[in-house]
């Protein structure tokens, strides 16, 4: 496992620089964000645009940060860090032919599970830090915080992470190159989302779920939706491991 963490480190890296710049894109400009809302606050267009009172809301700290970060910036980075970090992990080893090194020396059982567990890791380390920047950024300039709302936002971003690395995944299991998991990814978020528009399939927008929508009015973590979320990462992960056992090295 040790190797495939190291192999991982620039996308880690990578990853998480992102998320620490785009944290303090967001975290220090609460009063240029809510003087710019009030100063369009009579324009139409936009009242249509922002729910009433959101631009006051805005002025609380609480609400704020975690709005612009869980409710937004962060949370719509969650399926592509899953992506992102799974995509080459079986992929890259079958494009470069270097899978036949790696069953040499060991069973499929051995290197799928050092690969899964490398990635899961990655992901749930990365999301842990990106999702506990707003305490820590409110401890240390001396702002209140509820962390009753962090600790339900950890557990949805991380479920919801878990799932987007379990669907990179099985595509990095299926195919033979570094691309087409990627673009099957993306493409799985598009479908998902737009689904999730019709009544019906609305489970099937992860993206309410990883933005902590349920939460912002003092709600309690979605349990139903958590368990289902978990239980099919479980499949996912089952048939990834079922691909790559039957899979030509």
Do not use: H
């Not at 719509?76 to 790696?102: D, H, K, S, V």
């Not at 842990?128 to 936002?153: E, V």
């Amino acid at each position: 496992m040790t190797k495939e963490l190291y192999d991982m480190r620039t996308r880690f890296i990578s990853i998480l620089s992102i998320v620490i710049v785009l944290f303090f894109v967001v975290a220090p400009f609460q009063n240029l964000t809510t003087s710019m809302l009030e100063g369009y606050s009579d324009n139409p267009a936009l009242e249509k645009l922002m729910p009433k009172g959101f631009a006051e809301r805005l002025k609380e700290w609480n609400f704020y940060i975690n709005s612009q970060w869980f409710g937004k910036n962060f949370g719509q980075m969650i399926p592509i860090i899953g992506i992102i970090i799974a995509f080459p992990l079986f992929a890259r080893e079958f494009e470069n032919g270097t899978i036949e090194y790696l069953l040499v020396r060991r069973s499929r059982r051995e290197v799928f599970m050092d690969k899964f567990l490398s990635g899961f890791l990655a992901t749930i380390i990365l999301i842990f830090i990106a999702s506990s920047l707003p305490p820590l950024y409110s401890l240390l300039s001396s702002k209140d915080y509820d962390f009753s709302f962090y600790l339900k936002a950890v557990v949805q971003s991380e479920v919801a992470g878990i799932l987007w690395y379990c669907i990179g995944m099985l595509f990095s299991t299926i195919f033979n190159d570094q691309v087409k998991p990627v673009l099957a990814s993306l493409g799985a978020i598009a479908v998902t989302t737009a689904a999730g528009l019709i009544k019906a399939l609305k489970f099937l927008n992860t993206y309410s779920y990883a933005l902590c929508s349920n939460l912002f009015e003092n709600g309690p973590i979605d349990v139903p939706y958590t368990i289902g979320t978990l239980l099919v990462s479980l499949v996912l992960i089952s048939i990834s491991y079922m691909i790559f056992r039957n899979k030509d090295a």
